[in-house]
């Protein structure tokens, strides 16, 4: 009877995908089909069963990444907190928190610096819708921030990204913990701004804490098993 390969005991792509992860942050220009089959163990044919070539492992590490940063976005978001703008908060600073633990992940997720191709789904709308359902739970009427519910979700989303992105490219003044700390005070900020302008309506506090279905990420070629 012939003898099992050894391949065939090795959780390949759970493997590869975990690997490739390592690697974006260690040495991105080194992943490849090839290296990863030699750091696995197995044969390079045996990960053509999971990934069609580079461009799809990419891309399907970037559909992980997105869970994973949903998942930390909602869990912050959805712990409990009866006011939009406490949830709020927390969200923009699990944002900040994902972007420093993980500075290669949000990269792929929204600036990838690899030529894979586009989602089917618009990421920052997506975040955006989610954002808005907080903002409405606010009676910013009568006040003097203009704009409609959606005009002030991409003003936050904008304004917390970019300040994401300033820190990840060091175009703020300091070390490491000094360009995070701005970045979070962005958040701060931005929330600040909500609390002084708007009010909480008293339906928002018992209803609002629903939190609406952010689309899953939509490959647009091999299906991520």
């Not at 975040?127 to 907080?134: D, M, R, T, V």
């Amino acid at each position: 009877m012939a003898r099992p390969r050894k391949e065939n005991a090795i959780d390949i792509k759970g493997r590869a995908m975990e690997i490739a992860m390592d690697m974006l942050s260690t040495s991105p220009d080194r992943l490849s089909l090839l290296e990863l089959a030699r750091r696995i163990g197995c044969s390079a044919p045996a990960l053509y069963a999971y990934f069609n070539g580079r461009d799809d492992l990419l891309e399907q590490l970037r559909a992980r990444a997105y869970a994973d940063l949903i998942a930390q976005y909602l869990e912050k978001m959805d712990d409990g907190a009866q006011n939009p703008l406490t949830r709020l908060h927390r969200a923009g600073l699990a944002m900040v928190d994902f972007a420093e633990d993980r500075p290669a992940l949000y990269r792929l997720i929204f600036a990838p610096e690899h030529d894979i191709p586009e989602p089917k789904i618009d990421l920052n709308a997506s975040l955006l819708a989610a954002i808005s359902h907080e903002l409405a739970a606010l009676d910013c009427t009568n006040q003097t921030i203009r704009g409609s519910v959606h005009q002030l979700a991409r003003l936050m989303w904008f304004t917390v990204h970019g300040a994401i992105m300033c820190a990840l490219d060091r175009q703020l003044i300091g070390p490491a913990n000094q360009r995070w700390a701005q970045a979070r005070e962005t958040v701060v900020s931005c929330v600040d701004m909500l609390d002084l302008r708007c009010a909480v309506t008293p339906t928002a506090q018992k209803s609002s804490h629903v939190i609406p279905h952010i689309a899953p990420f939509q490959q647009s070629g091999r299906a991520s098993a």
